[in-house]
């Protein structure tokens, strides 16, 4: 099983283009492709932690770093600022088929080197333009420079979607419980989006943390889940660095500890009852796992289906 793994490592390594520069010299030199050998990658993934959703389904398998590596151009139709540093992009771009909760690459020709990072779509499979949503990182390479964007601007958009965070890589359960922290809500709206997880599960429980209650955002969709699902959609807000008199204060993995969580979702999260997906910041997914696995959850793997699906956004 070992080239096995390797193979999909390395897909994934090469996929997200962080396999050739080790971290220090990650922002200033940028070199996404061809692959790299099989061991750097291996060496890199010890190294960082890159997205780690388990257990590919069939139909996702086959995504390797070759089907990633052709740029199209899109152009950018359409822009919102939701705070100072919040703001989502609406790209039109000839993209091929993907699922609910993959990724795609975005990148921009930046001082004779092209800049690319995985951003997940947080538009439905089905829906055009394509949606992505981003938070400034202070210094970070890309991200500046995507908010400076204008409507007509081009950018660069991978034409092959990848990524294993899809439903298709959950078992079912009773209730399906989705986690996120920050920008990773938006690969949660994409899932949303579609029929998939609302004929197959009886709950749908969306969680999802933030620093500051401006950056609950997207609060549109919500209300239209809440509205075209009524009692099976249930939106729990969690505000860290505020008291708010509607969201739970602090972080998830606290809240599922003392139970604050379920209460407020009114269904207990059980081993026996519950798949759970995890997405964003890789403290809060090491938390969150951490706090289910106490619970007595397990990691979904290709060769024993467990309840916990997570993917990390660095
Ligand atoms: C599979 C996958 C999907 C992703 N989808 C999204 C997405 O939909 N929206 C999005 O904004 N980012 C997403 N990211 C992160 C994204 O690829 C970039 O890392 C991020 O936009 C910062 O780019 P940068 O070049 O400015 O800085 P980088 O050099 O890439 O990152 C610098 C540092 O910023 C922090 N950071 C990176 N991303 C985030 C984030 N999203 N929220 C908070 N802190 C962060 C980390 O500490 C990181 O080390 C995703 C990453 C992966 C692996
Ligand atoms: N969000 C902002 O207001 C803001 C403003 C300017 C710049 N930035 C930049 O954006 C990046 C951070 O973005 P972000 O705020 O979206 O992401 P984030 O730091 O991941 O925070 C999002 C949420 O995740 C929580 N969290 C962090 N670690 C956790 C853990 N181990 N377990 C459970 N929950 C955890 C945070 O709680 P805690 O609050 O308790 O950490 C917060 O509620 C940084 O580079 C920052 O400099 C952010």
């Known amino acids: ?61 086959n995504l390797n770093a070759d089907n990633m590596s052709q740029w199209i151009e899109g152009h950018v139709v359409g822009k919102h600022h939701w705070t100072d540093e919040l703001y989502s992009l609406r790209i039109d771009a000839a993209v091929e088929p993907f699922q609910a909760g993959q990724f795609t690459r975005l990148a921009l020709d930046i001082d004779g080197e092209r800049v690319g990072r995985p951003y997940s779509y947080v538009n439905g499979p089905d829906e055009r333009p394509l949606e992505f949503y981003f938070i400034t990182i202070p210094h970070g390479p890309l991200t500046d420079r995507l908010r400076q964007l204008q409507i007509g601007d081009p950018i660069w ?82 505000v860290s660095r505020e008291e708010t008199d509607f969201a739970l204060h602090g972080r998830i993995p606290d809240a599922i500890r003392d139970g604050r969580l379920a209460r407020r979702a009114g269904i207990p999260l059980t081993a026996t009852t519950c798949q759970v997906m995890i997405c964003g910041n890789p403290d809060m997914v090491r938390d969150t796992t951490a706090v289910l696995e106490e619970r007595g959850l397990k990691k979904n793997r290709r060769t024993e289906p467990g309840q916990i699906t997570t993917e990390n956004y660095w």
């Open 157 to 238: 958009v991978s034409a092959r979607a990848g990524g294993f965070f899809t439903l298709a890589a959950v078992p079912d359960a009773r209730n399906l419980w989705l986690f996120a922290s920050g920008t990773a809500r938006g690969v949660f709206l994409s899932h949303l989006k579609t029929e998939e997880p609302w004929r197959r599960f009886n709950k749908v429980i969306l969680a999802h943390g933030v620093r500051t209650a401006g950056e609950l955002t997207y609060q549109d969709e919500i209300a239209r889940f809440a509205r075209d699902h009524g009692d099976q959609f249930v939106y729990i807000p969690f």
């Open 1 to 61: 099983m070992s080239w096995l793994y390797s193979l999909h490592t390395l897909g994934l390594d090469a996929i997200l283009g962080r396999v050739h520069a080790p971290r220090p010299f990650r922002n200033r030199q940028y070199i996404p492709f061809p692959r790299a050998p099989a061991w750097r990658a291996k060496e890199m993934r010890k190294q960082q932690s890159i997205p780690t959703a388990r257990f590919p389904s069939p139909n996702t398998r």
